[in-house]
């Protein structure tokens, strides 16, 4: 509808801008729908549904206001499944690419409940907190990466570019050349003569990584690393019981099953260890010992969140109890990821700093050398 407006525009402008529109909706129907769309689809729906309109008629609305193709073919879908009397999860649930299971079980119970503004609300609460978390791992990572990338360049550039106009002047003196100055003085030979076999090299060993990355072995192994490996298994763990203890709690406070709940958490949790965990709790449940005693079960999780899981099955208030564990690590998170991207940048420039230093006291004590041999 909005290219067809821009179509019966008059004049250069209005061609300039037809443009720019059909560019920029190309560049929308260039990826699937991803959160940001959900997000859109159910704050937009959530405010309609609040008002009074009818799911139908919200439906029909949104499909007007949405501007990624995708995702409104698919709105447009499931407003054509709910008008022929579909449930509206039920609709839902053939998009699973979308709305996750979490989502289409929070819908059906609120869906029978009549309550479905406010789930929309939470839901889409949930996918706010998902994204911030999202956005808080890659702020605390892309510095680090920067100073990474640019320190490797920097050291590069001066072993292929600098340390050859040095290579004649050292070597009358090369026995008496620092360690460190011989070894660089090889490096730089390796590199600027045998570069196309370490390019080759090192783009080998990517593409090897790579796949064994994407193997079951290999990504069993980074899953078990990341809740065990001292330094970074805190956070991981958090991470991990923060997105399962959110979805638990939401699950359970609006009526979900436990095994349902169990079974979203199992979908949002892309740790295969933490994975393995949640279907031991689901077996533990089966046979009757409980949630909590499940959770007892993982060495890697806090003492505080099962005393606090316990507690919660033992009154009866399990979802409510969750939800303020989650809010817990959720604040604890966050002060963590803010303490190490705050380290990270004096360790990254100490390391930066040891890294010129190594290279310019290389280049400048043979020089010194040479000038005391002069003189």
């Known amino acids: 509808m909005a290219l067809e407006l821009e179509s019966t525009a008059s ?54 206001q949405t501007e ?10 499931v407003a054509l499944d709910v008008s022929e009397g579909t449930s509206f999860a039920g609709s839902l649930a053939k998009h699973d690419g979308v709305f996750s299971s979490t989502y289409v079980n929070l819908i059906g119970a609120s869906e029978a409940g009549g309550f479905m503004p406010q ?24 510095y680090p990466a920067f100073l990474i990338t640019f320190s ?45 076999g370490v390019l080759g090299g090192l783009v080998t060993f990517a593409l090897l990584f790579r796949q064994w990355l ?30 399962c203890l959110q979805v ?13 709940s169990l079974a979203a958490c199992r979908d949002v949790v892309k740790n295969s260890v933490f994975r393995n965990l949640i279907a031991s709790i689901e077996t533990s449940v089966q046979s009757g010992a409980g949630v909590a005693a499940g959770f007892s079960s993982a060495a890697f999780l806090p003492d505080l969140a099962k005393h606090m899981i316990t507690t919660g099955e033992q009154t009866g208030n399990l979802g409510k109890v969750m939800g303020r564990v989650a809010q817990y690590y959720e604040a604890q998170l966050t002060k963590k990821l803010d303490a190490l991207s705050k380290l990270a940048e004096p360790v990254m420039l100490l390391v930066m700093g040891v ?21």
Do not use: C
Request: glycine share 6%.
């Open 355 to 375: 890294i010129v230093g190594v290279l310019v006291s290389s280049l400048i004590l043979p020089i010194f050398k040479l000038s005391r041999a002069v003189s």
């Open 248 to 260: 638990f709690s939401l699950s359970l406070v609006n009526g979900v099953s436990v095994m349902d």
């Open 119 to 142: 789930v929309l609300e939470q839901l889409l609460e949930m996918d706010q907190k998902h994204e911030k978390l999202r956005t808080e791992l890659v702020s605390a990572a892309t």
């Open 152 to 196: 490797l360049a920097v050291v590069v550039f001066v072993l292929v570019v600098v340390f050859p106009k040095f290579g004649t002047m050292f070597t009358s003196i090369y026995d008496q050349l620092p360690l460190t100055t011989r070894a660089l003085m090889s490096i730089s030979d390796v590199l600027r003569q045998y570069w196309w």
């Open 11 to 64: 004049g250069d402008t209005g061609t300039d801008n037809s443009i720019r529109r059909i560019e920029f909706s190309s560049l929308l129907s260039s990826r699937g729908p991803g959160s940001t769309d959900r997000m859109f689809f159910t704050e937009q729906l959530a405010l309609l549904l609040d008002t009074g309109e009818s799911l139908y008629g919200a439906l029909t609305t949104v499909v007007k």
């Open 214 to 243: 994407h193997s079951a072995a290999g990504r069993t192994r980074i899953d078990y690393l990341q809740l065990h490996l001292p330094g970074v298994r805190d956070v991981f763990t958090q991470i991990y019981l923060v997105q």
């Open 68 to 77: 990624h193709k995708g995702m409104r073919d698919i709105v447009e879908q």
